[in-house]
């Protein structure tokens, strides 16, 4: 099956820095730039030799079980990167070939690539349940990765990456629009609470620096409301950067250039703002590439890293909260739950917030994906994503009725509304942790108050 | 690209149906991208909305937070998807000429 997902144009994907390959350089660079990962990335190789075709992922891959595509099934996707690596780096291969599963790059391969690769929500959930831990989610990213050195990139990451690259983040958000907004917000707290309570920006010399989701200045106001509040009632000396106004970094997820880019403006802006703590707002892949690639993408920095729910969880005490009378769900985003290590820090502020907090089974390491996961949001992707959604839409439905689906991250707050919607439960509320911490504040009782 | 006839006119419009060239946007392509979204009847109410974010758009090169719309114009959230089905980023803004919002949303 031939992906309905749209590639950027030669010219949009030359204007992001990448060099799109003429057709009969494909092969050659492909297998040049596998190469390269297979040298620089040592666990790719593992990934690659392990498999045993055991069998036990595959029905605990949403992917394959949403879509029902033989090919959805984490060995069988792993397959269409390893039996060209067996073909070229492995001796077998390159002496038996086929049947030791060896096969050459064809017509067929990079489409392939390109409909499994973007199909996988890099979720790692797969790996949870395989035996020898083989993770798919890196051989696909590495699979992204090598496709974008082809030139091969999907239209809205490359949309986003010229975004970033003019604004520093996903939507494009100039400097003076985000005053304006930030001001508005302000107005909206102060409307709201009776006290000033601010979103400083470019504030040089604050102590923290947050790094909100763009996002959050488009549809998810609360969360950044929500972040204010507890900034304000902790007395906090923080600021958000109009140069990095993202904390997502979809170059995790198709390009491992873009990616360090992006990881080095959080860098930059930390340095030039003389931040001692950088912290990272509601997305999951963001903080992955954070917690995992800050190191190698921008050295060792002077700052200290953590995630805005682990920092609100450490500070819980210090925050007069009244808990919502609702009964609220925890969505544990895939990136938390097995590449971030956020499991009870929302469930201990949740319980904080909120009068009941219920379980979706599975949870926690086992979480299912939203479908949305690794930036598969395009729209020309709708219908597979609704299926790839299906699994999380069988686990809420379960869940009975519930007030508030709490998802923090930006990539499932996009997703959800519409997977809810189309399993029939379009009035289900969803937004993020932080935002439920701003509902639940009494900020006149609230530490640090002014 | 592919464009859209408007009276005659072929104005280019991408993939996802937005005006290619924002300077080029005025009523007339309006009332057609309307037909194509599903908006029967232009009212009151959805050029009070589009004018808005045109207006937002030209001084900030950008749409505005969906909170701000629905401030700055009287309306709810629900009431911009009475007017705009596909809703306020992929209808209202469409109809208003601006770019597709991208990013998580
Ligand atoms: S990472 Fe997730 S989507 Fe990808 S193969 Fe594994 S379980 Fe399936
Ligand atoms: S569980 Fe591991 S070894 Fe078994 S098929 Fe899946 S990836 Fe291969």
Not at chain 1, 358 to 374: D, H, I, K, M, Q
Request: hydrophobic share 40%.
């Amino acid at each position: 099956m031939k992906s309905p997902m749209r590639l950027a144009k030669a010219e949009d994907v030359r204007a992001i820095g990448l060099a799109p390959a003429a057709e009969e350089e494909r092969k050659p660079r492909l297998l040049a730039k596998l190469k390269e990962l297979r040298g620089s990335m040592r666990s790719l190789a593992v990934m690659l030799d392990t498999c045993v075709k055991c069998g036990n992922c595959v029905r605990q891959c949403h992917s394959y079980l949403g879509t029902g595509d033989p090919l959805n099934a984490p060995p069988a996707r792993a397959d269409l990167m390893r039996k060209l690596y067996r073909r070229h780096f492995t001796l077998a291969g390159r002496l038996l070939g086929r049947i030791t599963g060896a096969e050459d790059f064809d017509a067929q391969t990079l489409d392939a690539w390109l409909t499994y690769f973007y199909q996988c929500n890099e979720c790692r959930r797969c790996a949870v349940f395989c035996p020898l831990g083989v993770d798919t989610a890196e051989v696909t990213i590495a699979g992204r990765h090598l496709l974008s050195e082809l030139g091969m990139v999907p239209r809205f990451m490359q949309q986003v990456a010229l975004n970033l690259q003019k604004t520093g983040n996903n939507m494009g958000i100039p400097k003076p629009a985000l005053l304006d907004s930030v001001e508005f917000l302000q107005c909206e707290m102060l409307e709201e609470t009776g006290l000033a309570v601010k979103i400083p920006v470019d504030q040089a010399g604050s102590e923290i620096l947050y790094i909100p989701s763009s996002a959050d200045f488009f549809t998810n106001v609360d969360t950044i409301i929500g972040v204010a509040k507890m900034f304000h009632a902790l007395g906090a000396s923080w600021t958000i950067s109009s140069a990095v106004l993202e904390a997502a970094n979809f170059g995790l997820l198709f390009n491992d250039s873009a990616m360090r880019a992006h990881n080095r403006r959080m860098r930059q802006a930390a340095e030039e703002l003389g931040a001692e703590l950088v912290l990272q707002g509601e997305c999951g892949h963001g903080w992955r590439a954070a917690r995992l690639c800050t190191e190698a993408a921008s050295g060792p920095v002077r700052f200290r890293l953590m995630h805005v729910l682990d920092y609100t969880a450490r500070n819980l005490g210090r925050l007069a909260l009244r808990r919502l009378s609702m009964r609220v769900a925890l969505h544990d985003p895939c990136n938390y739950a097995r590449a971030g290590d956020l499991i009870d820090e929302p469930r201990r502020i949740l319980r904080a917030c909120v009068e009941e907090l219920v379980e979706l089974a599975p949870n926690r390491e086992e979480t299912f994906c939203c479908g949305g996961g690794s930036g598969i949001l395009m729209d020309e992707m709708m219908e597979i994503r609704l299926k790839l959604g299906k699994k999380k839409a069988e686990q809420i439905q379960a869940a009975g009725r519930i007030d508030y689906l709490a998802a923090g991250c930006s990539i499932c707050k996009a997703q959800l509304p519409h997977v809810a919607a189309h399993y029939g439960m379009p009035d289900l509320a969803i937004g993020g942790v932080m935002d439920l911490v701003g509902k639940a504040m009494d900020m006149n009782r609230s530490t640090g108050g002014v | 690209m592919s464009y859209v006839d408007v009276n005659g006119k072929q104005i280019e419009v991408d993939e996802d149906g937005f005006i290619c060239d924002p300077d080029l946007w005025n009523e007339e392509i309006v009332r057609c991208f309307a037909r194509l979204e599903g908006v029967d009847e232009l009212t009151d109410d959805h050029w009070k909305v589009i004018h808005y974010l045109r207006g937002y758009y030209r001084q900030f090169g950008i749409a505005p937070m969906i909170r701000k719309l629905c401030k700055e114009t009287g309306f709810n959230l629900q009431r911009i998807y009475e007017l705009f089905p596909s809703g306020p980023a992929k209808g209202a803004c469409k109809l208003a000429g601006l770019p597709k919002p991208t990013g998580c949303v």
